[in-house]
Structures are given as C-alpha cells and as structure tokens.
C-alpha cells in the first residue's frame, strides 16, 4: 500500500507544470544571478593581479602576474562556454524560447504547451 501513495507523498504525481517552473526558474537563477557574479569575480581576480603586480616587490610581482594570467583565462573560458552554448542554440534552433515545446499525441493542435493559441508550437503531424 505504500508504494501506490508514494507518489502522492513526494509530490511526484504533480503536473509537468511544476517541474517546468522548477527547471525555468533555475535557469533564469543561472542566467540572471550566477552568470554574472562568476564573470565579475573573474574580472575582480584580474585587477587585484594587476594591484599586486603594480604594487609589488620581488616574489610580489610573480604572484601578481600568476593572478592576472588565471584571470584572463577565466575570462575566456567563461566567454568560449558563453559563446559555444549560443552559438549550438541558434543551429539547433533553440533560440529565446522561455520553454521547450512538449510534444503530445491527440489533444487540440491549435494550443501550445502553455494552452494558448499561437505559443509558437506547431504540431509535427500537420
């Protein structure tokens, strides 16, 4: 009897309408927040090498030359992810979509996966 309710528990029986707000709001945490702070940290890492190597003497200077040569490529690797992951969105096709459309089989073609007419979904088999 428990594993017929365990779903219920777990709340796993919940439209995919829960688990798309999940993964969208994640993404948009990603995009918007994590992003961001990562490129400005990396910048951060970059300046504080040029601060050690301006300002120091000796074993100071490598430090801060090590410090900007990691920064840099912090920089561009963040940059080449950043460029690969648009540049394999637009060839797939992917594009700014908030969603990805969900296929389903019967039901009426004329609604998206949103329900509204018009969401740029267009079925397949027409």
């Given at each position: 009897m428990g594993f017929i309710t365990l779903p219920l528990l777990?709340?796993?029986q919940e439209p995919l309408g829960g688990?798309?707000?999940?993964?969208?709001?994640a993404n948009n945490i990603v995009s918007n927040y994590?992003?961001?702070?990562?490129?400005?940290?990396?910048?951060l890492v970059f300046f504080w090498g040029i601060v050690?190597?301006?300002?120091?003497?000796?074993?100071?200077?490598?430090?801060?030359?090590?410090?900007?040569?990691w920064g840099v490529i912090a920089?561009?690797?963040?940059?080449?992810?950043?460029?690969?992951?648009?540049?394999?969105r637009r060839e797939v096709g992917i594009g700014d979509q908030p969603y990805m459309p969900i296929p389903t089989i019967?039901?009426?073609?004329s609604s998206g996966p949103t329900g509204k007419a018009g969401d740029g979904y267009t079925?397949?088999?027409k």
């Open positions: 777990v709340k796993a688990t798309y707000r999940f993964f969208f709001q994590l992003v961001p702070i990562a490129f400005t940290l990396a910048l050690k190597y301006i300002w120091g003497e000796g074993h100071g200077k490598d430090d801060g030359r090590k410090i900007m040569i920089l561009f690797v963040m940059s080449s992810i950043w460029g690969i992951i648009y540049f394999l019967g039901g009426d073609s079925d397949p088999i």
